[in-house]
């Protein structure tokens, strides 16, 4: 099966600055890789994804890069904002169904 | 148009009882899945369904879980004689499969169980 490892697990940063988050999966025939953000009791909202076929991914202040050799994507979030404060979580889809995720960001965010 | 809605929002029950949490998933979004997020973990995977067959109910932890699906639509997750460590966040997503290939899955806001 696919393993998935997010790190760091907790990210304080400045707003305005830039917060960059790491996923490694184990499976080289995974071939998709969503990014979901969850606020305090709210279900994970999908935030970006991207294809293996793909190298980089962006939309606004959020980029997604993957680097299949290495089998590792990122998440990458400029000019942080306090809004962006949140848990996020990487995943990697191996076949049609089961996403495997990684155990979560936090990010935090201050004025 | 509506999204995934779940419901109860929060269930408190004593250990041994029986829940049941139900799924509603965005409409005719095909595909609909199960997940378990305790308290500072990700989210672990309990069932797949297709329509209203289960090609993957891998993550089922025990036979003390089940799942159906009735009518491609509302799902219910069933959870027997409950343990405290069944404590979690269910989650339910649904997703509109193609055919093939990986398609975007839409999460609803969770059913909090809490067994005491």
């Known amino acids: 099966g696919e393993n998935v490892e997010q790190h760091p697990s907790t990210l304080s940063v400045q707003e305005g600055d830039s917060a960059v988050i790491k996923c490694t999966y184990s499976d080289s025939a995974s071939n998709y890789f969503p990014w979901y953000k969850q606020e305090l009791g709210k279900g994970p909202q999908l935030i970006i994804d991207i294809r293996s076929n793909v190298g980089e991914k962006k939309d606004q202040r959020i980029a997604v890069t993957l680097n299949k050799t290495a089998k590792h994507f990122s998440l990458h979030i400029t000019e942080t904002q306090p809004e962006d404060s949140a848990v996020y979580f990487c995943?990697?889809?191996?076949?049609?169904?089961?996403?495997?995720f990684g155990k979560g960001t936090m990010l935090l965010v201050s004025p | 148009g509506a999204g995934v809605s779940q419901s109860p929002s929060n269930k408190v029950t004593e250990k041994g009882k029986d829940v049941e949490l139900r799924c509603d998933p965005i409409?005719?979004?095909?595909?609909l899945y199960w997940y378990r997020q305790s308290l500072g973990q990700g989210l672990e995977f309990l069932i797949y369904?297709?329509?209203?067959?289960?090609?993957?109910k891998s993550g089922l932890p025990s036979d003390r879980f089940s799942a159906e699906r009735t009518g491609e639509s509302v799902s219910t997750l069933t959870i027997q004689r409950t343990q405290q460590e069944d404590s979690a966040v269910y989650l339910c997503?649904?997703?509109?499969?193609?055919?093939?290939?990986?398609?975007?899955?839409?999460f609803g806001p969770g059913t909090r169980l809490t067994v005491l």
């Open positions: 409409s005719g979004h095909t595909a």
């Open positions: 995943a990697a889809l191996l076949g049609y169904s089961t996403l495997t």
């Open positions: 997503a649904s997703s509109q499969r193609r055919g093939g290939g990986a398609d975007t899955q839409y």
């Open positions: 369904f297709q329509g209203n067959s289960a090609p993957d």
